[in-house]
């Protein structure tokens, strides 16, 4: 089973940056791709940013051109570089890898770190 564990997170002003990190343990596993998911106060969760094995990577709308995502899939570990950062951007972000155990593929999410973006 693959376990992941997140850093940062906090406290930060809007307009400024701020910078997550997770890395994943266990073993038994290949992974898939990482990434980051969050849930803002009130509303469901959200895909934020993945990177997969061979280096793509995805985001959704809100973020581009603010958020990076970067990693190495082979080495378990994820990075969230946030930038330009907005009120709406604050909730609970929790790391996310997809995983294949040579039986079949599943995913798993970290407990979450708290970014609050203050006006």
């Known amino acids: 089973q693959v376990q992941l564990v997140e850093s940062g997170g906090g406290l930060v002003q809007a307009g400024g940056s701020m910078r997550l990190s997770c890395v994943a343990s266990?073993?038994?596993?290949?992974?898939?791709?990482m990434g980051w998911w969050r849930q803002p106060p009130g509303k469901t969760r959200e895909l934020v940013a993945v990177?997969?094995?061979?280096?793509?990577?995805e985001y959704t709308e809100s973020v581009k051109g603010r958020f990076t995502v970067s990693g190495d899939n082979a080495k378990g570990t994820v990075y969230l570089q946030m930038s330009s950062l907005k009120p709406e951007d604050t909730g609970i972000y929790s790391c996310?890898?997809?995983?294949?155990?040579?039986?079949?593929?599943?995913?798993?999410w970290g407990l979450g770190t708290q970014v609050t973006v203050s006006s």
């Open positions: 266990g073993s038994g596993f290949t992974i898939n791709r």
């Open positions: 990177i997969t094995r061979d280096g793509s990577t």
């Open positions: 996310y890898a997809n995983v294949f155990d040579q039986i079949t593929y599943y995913s798993r």
